[in-house]
């Protein structure tokens, strides 16, 4: 139906630019006062106008124009196309020898009369179309923008292409003050986003308080994307992000309206993540550094299909590796990341493996043959509550495991391994904090006696930090469960705080402290040869029960009136306060931002290696509890709790 129909409508175009080239020559001869010509002059001139009109506006698409949606490009067709019909028409009469104005002026005013009598008609249809009303009975919801440059010119013209307008813009705020008091599209510049509080508050007395407020661009985020939601809440104002760059596009718009579609699209906004309230500025990082350590290398990934894992594949990915093989002993999980990364970086040879790293025998012979040069151990247990219910299992995977993979890529000549830790792991109260700390005692005597033997030793670096936002074992996807549900949203107590971090900015910093703890350079922490673990800078931490009540917000919801917050109590293992030192091993400056240095206590290698296969024997033998003790005696800051006893007896 669509295809039958268009013709006509360029069909219509061709007659109404055929009847406005032909008054374009009778108009610019009563503006250059040229004498009237004879009634047999008009019979071939007005038809002749026509013809070098439509000419002219053939290489320009003249017909294909969609008035109503008329922008710059297409007066700019127009102009082009009367330039060209008046040049033609001059021409013709030339080329003809009949009788045309002695006035010289004539084809440059008969080329401006007919460039704005085709115009105009293209103008008042685009001014119409954006003028018309709503449908009856749609109110639209008015909105304040956030950002003064292409997002919101781009929203303004999506806008304008919807039909009925779904949203009606009160004003702008811009990133810069100099900004304001100009207009986009006809649309105010109220102030900055620093003032979003005071102009609010104007906008309230005024009797105009928008219903919205929308974000057109990505560079409010982190703590003034805090203090902007914390104003908009004040005024009961929820905040929306507009949708991305490609997707405000009026041409694709356009396009559909060509086709005659039944309905144009509509805006789409979306919620602001949690995520990006809690995102902080991107630290420098060495990116030459990284790719010097990946380039070329047959790089190994444990816990592939974690969130962890998961993202240290495709940074590692994105830096051109030799070869990079994906271990997990989740199947569904292991084909996604292997999926994604088909089809994002179809160049990288690449290979997924189901594997279990604590079958010793499975991973010695895969080390052997891959023979990877780099190794990121992120596979571990991680949910304090499901390690506190099978403690055995926590403490096989965690530190069994990780001696495993260490031995492994040490026995083939790994150069270096990369060990993903927890802030859990300090003064830990949980059996997966203690048991990650265990691991980590390995690792760091693998790499003191690295450091101490000289070159070719592998080099074993720990990077340990806090929550990261959005994981499978973060708060963040669970509110958003019970947000989905309707709540309540249920936090175990109200002054429980933890450090977040965003998983890029993580993954990003495990690769430069990776860097720095691979290579031997004169800025490199002197700590690390004593066993100096990396500790990511994670900022301050946060209350729990505040991140329920931002995410209630940002869903347009009220805390306590719309969703209620339930205090359950503290899981097993639970502490109210997470720390990222010990009080024995401070933390020290680096000179590489967002990167701080430990040194907590250090054993001999064989002696740590002995007690891990000890307990892991023990684990593998039933006996929790005899596994748990010789925990706390390598642990000492750990001491089990009667609950996990009585568990692990079971």
């Known amino acids: 139906m669509a295809r039958r129909r268009t013709p006509h409508r360029i069909l219509l175009n061709l007659a109404l630019d055929s009847v406005l080239a032909a008054l374009a020559v009778p108009l610019a001869m009563l503006l250059v006062a040229a004498p009237w010509p004879d009634q047999v002059w008009w019979l071939g001139a007005l038809p002749g106008a026509a013809a070098m009109l439509l000419l002219a506006g053939l290489p320009v698409r003249l017909p294909q124009q969609y008035w109503r949606y008329a922008g710059l490009p297409d007066l700019l067709s127009v102009a082009i196309a009367a330039a060209g019909g008046a040049a033609l028409f001059w021409g013709g009469l030339v080329a003809l020898g009949v009788e045309r104005p002695a006035n010289p002026a004539f084809p440059v005013v008969h080329a401006l009369a007919l460039a704005v009598l085709l115009a105009l008609p293209r103008v008042a249809a ?3 179309h954006a003028r ?6 749609v109110a639209p919801q008015s909105v304040l923008l956030v950002g003064a440059g292409d997002g919101a010119d781009l929203f303004i013209r999506a806008l304008a292409g919807e039909r009925p307008a779904g949203y009606r813009v009160l004003g702008i705020l811009s990133m810069r003050s100099r900004q304001a008091g100009r207009r986009i599209r006809g649309h105010a510049i109220l102030g900055t986003v620093d003032e979003i509080g005071p102009v609010l508050e104007g906008m309230r007395d005024e009797g105009r308080l ?3 407020i929308v974000l057109t661009t990505r560079h409010v985020q982190g703590l003034a994307l805090q203090r902007l939601v914390d104003a908009a809440d004040r005024h009961g104002v929820p905040v929306r992000r507009a949708p991305s760059v490609t997707s405000l596009d009026p041409a694709a718009q356009r396009r559909a309206d060509l086709m005659e579609e039944a309905e144009a699209p509509r805006l789409q906004l979306r919620e602001v993540g949690i995520e990006e309230l809690l995102d902080r500025p991107q630290v420098p990082l060495d990116r030459e550094g990284m790719a010097r350590l990946v380039q070329g290398r047959r790089v190994l990934v444990t816990g592939a299909g974690g969130t962890i894992g998961g993202e240290l594949a495709r940074q590692v990915a994105a830096l051109g590796p030799g070869s990079l093989t994906l271990l997990d002993h989740g199947e569904f999980v292991l084909y996604e990341i292997d999926l994604e990364l088909r089809e994002n970086h179809p160049d990288v040879p690449r290979r997924a493996v189901l594997a279990d790293i604590r079958d010793e025998g499975r991973i010695r012979r895969l080390f052997e043959e891959i023979r990877p040069e780099l190794v990121f151990h992120a596979a571990a247990y991680k949910h304090v ?4 219910n099978d403690p055995a299992e926590g403490l096989l995977t965690n530190a069994y495991g990780t001696r495993v993979v260490a031995d492994a890529a040490r026995a083939v000549g790994t150069d270096t391994m990369v060990f993903i830790s927890t802030d859990k792991a300090v003064n830990p109260s949980s059996v997966m904090g203690a048991s990650k700390r265990l691991a980590e005692m390995y690792c760091q005597a693998l790499d003191v006696q690295a450091r ?10 720990t990077v340990r930090f806090g929550n990261v936002l959005g994981s499978t074992g973060s708060v963040v996807p669970l509110f958003r469960r019970q947000l989905e549900r309707g709540g309540p949203l249920t936090v175990t107590h109200p002054d429980m705080r933890r450090y977040f971090m965003t998983v890029r900015e993580a993954v990003g910093l495990v690769l430069q402290a990776s860097v720095v703890g691979a290579e031997d350079r004169a800025d490199q922490p002197p700590e690390l040869a004593e066993g100096g673990i990396f500790v990511l800078d994670m900022g301050d931490p946060v209350k729990i029960v505040d991140l ?12 306590e009136k719309d969703v209620e917050i339930r205090f359950t109590g503290l899981r097993p293992g639970e502490k109210l306060y997470e720390e990222l030192f010990h009080g024995q091993e401070p933390p020290r ?11 907590p206590r250090t054993a001999d290698p064989a002696l740590v290696g002995r007690a891990i296969d000890e ?3 023990t684990c593998r033998a039933g006996n929790a509890a005899a596994a748990l003790a010789q925990l706390g005696r390598l642990v000492p800051e750990f001491a089990p709790e009667d609950g996990v006893e009585s568990r692990a007896t079971q």
């Open 126 to 128: 685009r001014i119409h």
């Open 132 to 137: 018309r009303g709503p449908d009856k009975g």
């Open 210 to 212: 928008p219903a919205l």
């Open 385 to 388: 509550p499901m390690v506190e």
């Open 452 to 461: 101490a033997g000289g070159p070719g030793m592998m080099r074993c670096v």
């Open 548 to 559: 329920a009540r931002r995410m209630i917000r940002l869903s347009g919801l009220r805390p």
């Open 589 to 599: 400056p680096t000179a590489f931002a967002g990167l701080l240095v430990a040194t």
């Open 615 to 617: 307990i892991g024997a």
